[in-house]
């Protein structure tokens, strides 16, 4: 089972390092369900620290509980960065609140099964 999850991390990793380097992802993407300078607040389920906004994607994929997240590039401490694995989307209809403007916070609005769904369903086409 470690190894299952272990294969499934690789994978998503490179897909998403080539799908970057390529700049040529078709779909709904990683990128199109973030919301620049955004938090989601009252609904986080657990804080981490990570190195990145894959490294938090990944903490999401691996919780079924995890509807999106709010990865704070702001906060920067001993080459982490904090990450915060929500239980609910934000809709505009949605009771859940969010805070605009706020420098320094990105709020990513995926959870784990659009994030499997994105790595499953995304295809890569380029011009070169």
């Known amino acids: 089972m470690v190894c299952a999850h272990f294969l499934v991390f690789v994978i998503f990793v490179f897909w998403f390092n080539k799908a970057i380097d390529a700049a040529c992802i078709e779909d709904t993407t990683f990128e199109s369900n973030l919301h620049k300078n955004t938090k989601l607040w009252g609904h986080v389920l657990r804080k981490e620290r990570v190195v990145s906004p894959i490294h938090c994607a990944d903490k999401c994929l691996r919780d079924v509980k995890c509807k ?27 009771a859940a609140g969010i805070t605009s403007d706020l420098f320094g916070t990105d709020l990513y609005n995926a959870g784990s099964q659009d994030l499997h769904k994105m790595f499953l369903n995304s295809s ?5």
């Open 68 to 94: 999106s997240f709010n990865f704070f590039w702001g906060q920067r401490e001993e080459g982490t960065y904090l990450c915060e694995i929500n239980d609910v989307k934000w809709t505009r209809n949605s």
């Open 124 to 128: 890569l086409s380029c011009d070169d």
